[in-house]
């Protein structure tokens, strides 16, 4: 069974860092990008970005580029999603997907249970 | 990149058929063959119900399905039933800088 199981919730003051993971099992961790999606209290689903944790291949949307890293260890079929500098903004539920295919083009087809960000002085 | 347009809400009763629209441009929705749907309850993560504009995922009942006509793509959903309320959102490939991009979602509500 595909599973991406995602790291608990964090509670964080601005300026913190902060590294929440997204381990997947059922399948080869290595042969799908993992992509990260964003959903702010009460709001839509954003795309954030998108690794292949085979090579570490790692592209970003332009509104969350140098704003996150993301980043894949694939001995642990674990992804990540880090920042280096937190802010209240940043307060939102974090989702972690896999892609239906080894391309970066159709959709996500089995996702992480979200983890829960708040950011809070 | 801007969200895909969806309507904000919209409503059918138990049996009925209801639409969503999902419209986009020709860099993103009009340009590919790669639209996908996702039905979110509240507190849930979202679940997928169709890829490549209208592959449906193994276990997602028929009365789902997907179209795409131009820049705007499409979800219908046939004899809506109570399960259905949800909160759905389309996702389109955007090209190779932006990947992907979602609509603004549409909160369907059984009568």
């Known amino acids: 069974e595909v599973q991406l199981v995602q790291s608990g919730a964090e509670v964080k003051k601005p300026g913190e860092s902060l590294k929440i993971s997204c381990k997947g099992s059922?399948?080869?961790?290595?042969?799908?990008?993992i992509g990260w999606v964003r959903q702010m209290p009460g709001k839509g689903l954003e795309w954030m970005g998108i690794i292949y944790p085979g090579d570490s291949d790692t592209r970003y949307s332009p509104s969350f580029q140098g704003q996150v890293t993301i980043s894949a260890d694939k001995s642990i079929s674990t992804a990540y999603l880090q920042w280096s500098s937190l802010k209240a903004s940043d307060t939102a539920m974090y989702y972690c997907?896999?892609?239906?295919?080894?391309?970066?083009?159709?959709?996500?087809?089995?996702w992480g249970q979200g983890t829960l960000v708040t950011v809070s002085s | 990149q801007s969200a895909l347009t969806q309507p904000r809400s919209v409503s059918g009763s138990p049996g009925q058929s209801v639409t969503i629209s999902c419209t986009g441009t020709s860099s993103d929705v009009g340009g590919y063959n790669y639209v996908s749907w996702y039905q979110q309850h509240p507190g849930k993560a979202p679940k997928l119900m169709i890829y490549?504009?209208?592959k449906r995922p193994s276990g997602v009942p028929d009365r789902f399905s997907g179209s795409k006509s131009g820049n705007t793509a499409s979800l219908t959903i046939s004899g809506l039933q109570a399960e259905d309320e949800a909160d759905y959102y389309c996702c389109s490939y955007a090209g190779s800088y932006t990947l992907y991009v979602f609509g603004t979602g549409t909160k369907v509500t059984v009568l």
């Open positions: 059922g399948y080869s961790f290595t042969s799908y990008w």
């Open positions: 997907a896999r892609t239906t295919s080894e391309l970066p083009l159709g959709g996500f087809d089995y």
């Open positions: 490549d504009v209208s």
